[in-house]
């Protein structure tokens, strides 16, 4: 070793160690929703310093103004002193700096969003995402972080993240995992288990009818099936949190850890248990799918303002696409299950008349302003069904055109092994690995299907793989209405009129309250009221709108009394058979 390399490492052994944020959530007041936070921000030489509270959190495409429970925001310097601070947007600080300090900043968080995933304190349990908790400084957003509680006594903490000095803290490499590890700690159930050496855990926060056993022996099957599609695992350690409560169903993914809520009644019924291990295996999906691959526009997150992709349909679309996927190949589903959400996919788009006005690229750019509601379903999609849609109909065009040999899990696994974080890709991209995957040139599919209003003959496509979406021939015609309503005991009330339907056409819209059909009062339902009636008939409405009685005449559809259904065909051609285990993963239940 000669002098400049020892005076080197001299130099080296003299830096200090990269300093962390530190951030404290004390819960003292948890009845009341409240927490205090304390972070403290490494020595800087700035003039001042921004701090932000994410506007939204990952995993939820819409502008949340989680800044809204801040109170009591205070600035000090590393020796105490106030720092000057003043409020410059909606959820931005800025802290004025003399001198080169550590900064530290305090303010309570008032946590009741438990449906958001955002943030919840109560008396029995903290969810704890960062973004509604946890200011950030972009100077520092890149530094290692710890996150210490102050929790009350008998809670018990659980995050994706690896505990630092005690069970009630924890680290991560920076901000952005940080924000992506959220922190379930309270009264709960807490189950380990391992597969194939990998670490997971499953917590429950509430009571619920569950069984413990049976979500204990699915979860370790599928978490078995990340390899059939992308032949690696991005982590050693995975936690399923679980809230089984009232107030809040639905589910986020992060890093290596998912929150599933349900209601706690919401368990036992097949149809309620297969709710929860699919959204079990869809966050499981978005470990790779959004966590290790995703679309260029939202790389990196920016927790302030929108990330725009036209791509959000392949990342939620085509996870729940996959989902069914991983159920039925692990065995947790049987055929008819999985039909049966095909067939849920398939029937709630054809009675969206939104379908035929926006693409799947479409309804992902505008995500982040997708208003729903009856507007909503007459002129909007949404990256869910049209994406598992768009997925289901490339997943079997490829296996049709390479006699089985390829499928739209190879997409996947190509992006998860081409455009692995902090890369990212666009819809280009998607298309030049269809084309390296298939040796076929997929721009025209791409336009008509993605960047088009889908419109695909279901029938034509479920062939390929021996299924058929057929109406039994059992069933009969019956008066039909295109219109969504709910009873308030006495009066039907349009929460929805299909575009360019009869109704729509005689002006009735979502809010009339329909009180009788030819002068027949309305029953409970609008089946029930239409049973009174026959097909193509012409029928005076009388409805209220604004407190004043009013007529129109609409005249009735030819409807069916049976759906239409996604069903095995009964005698599967060699080639459909084929088709349908390369698609599936399991023998077709009518192969010879
Ligand atoms: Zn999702």
Sequence with gaps: MNKITLSILAAFMALPALADVEYKLSINEPAHHLGDVKVTFPKTSQSHLDVHLPDWRTGRYEILDLANGIRFFDAKSENGKDLDWKKVDKNTW???????????????????????????????????????????????????????????????????????????????????????????????????????????????????????????????????????????????????????????????????????????????????????????????????????????????????????????????????????????????????????????????????????????????????????????????????????LVSLALDIDLLDKSEGKVSYRDVHSELYKQFKLPKSFNSKDVQNILKQISGRDYSTWWKDNVESPLSIDFNVLLEKVGLEYTRPKSSKAIAGLDVMAKSNGELLILNHVARESSAWESGLTAGDKLVALDGRQVRKSIKETLALFEPEQEVTVSFIRRHQLMTTKVKLKSDFDKPKKVKAVKAPTERQAKLYKAWTGVEHPNAI
């Design 94 to 388: 800025r802290i004025h700096l003399n001198e080169p300090t550590e900064v530290n900043i305090s303010y309570q968080v008032y946590a009741n969003q438990l449906g958001m995933r955002s943030r919840h304190i109560d008396d029995s349990h903290a969810f704890i995402d960062a973004s509604g908790f946890f200011m950030f400084s972009d100077s520092f957003r890149q530094e290692p972080v710890t996150v210490d509680l102050d929790v009350p006594k008998g809670w018990r903490s659980v995050s994706g993240m690896d505990f630092a000095d005690d069970k009630h803290s924890f680290k991560a490499d920076n901000y952005d995992v940080l924000l992506d590890s959220p922190i379930e700690t309270g009264i709960n159930d807490l189950y380990k288990f391992k597969v194939d050496d990998r670490k997971y855990e499953l917590v429950i926060w509430g009571e619920g009818n569950y069984d413990v056993e049976l979500m204990l022996s699915d979860l370790k099957k599928l978490v078995k099936t990340g390899s059939l599609i992308w032949h690696d695992y991005p982590y050693e350690r995975y936690v399923f949190m679980v809230h089984a409560t009232s107030g809040a169903r639905g589910a986020t993914e992060h890093l290596n850890s998912t929150i599933i809520q349900r209601h706690r009644d919401s368990f036992a019924k097949r149809d309620d248990y297969i709710g929860f291990i699919a959204t079990a295996a869809h966050e499981f999906i978005h470990t790779w799918n959004v966590k290790n691959y995703r679309p260029a526009g939202l790389v990196p997150y920016d927790y302030i303002a929108p990330n725009y992709s036209d791509l959000l349909w392949l990342s939620e679309g085509s996870t729940s696409y996959l989902e069914n996927y991983l159920l039925l190949s692990a065995g947790i589903t049987t055929n008819e299950e999985f039909y049966k959400d095909i067939n849920k996919t398939i029937s709630r788009h054809l009675k969206t008349p939104g379908r035929e006005v926006q693409s799947a690229a479409e309804t992902s750019f505008d995500k982040w302003i997708n208003a729903g509601g009856d507007h909503g379903r007459n002129f909007s999609t949404n990256i869910y069904s049209e994406g598992s």
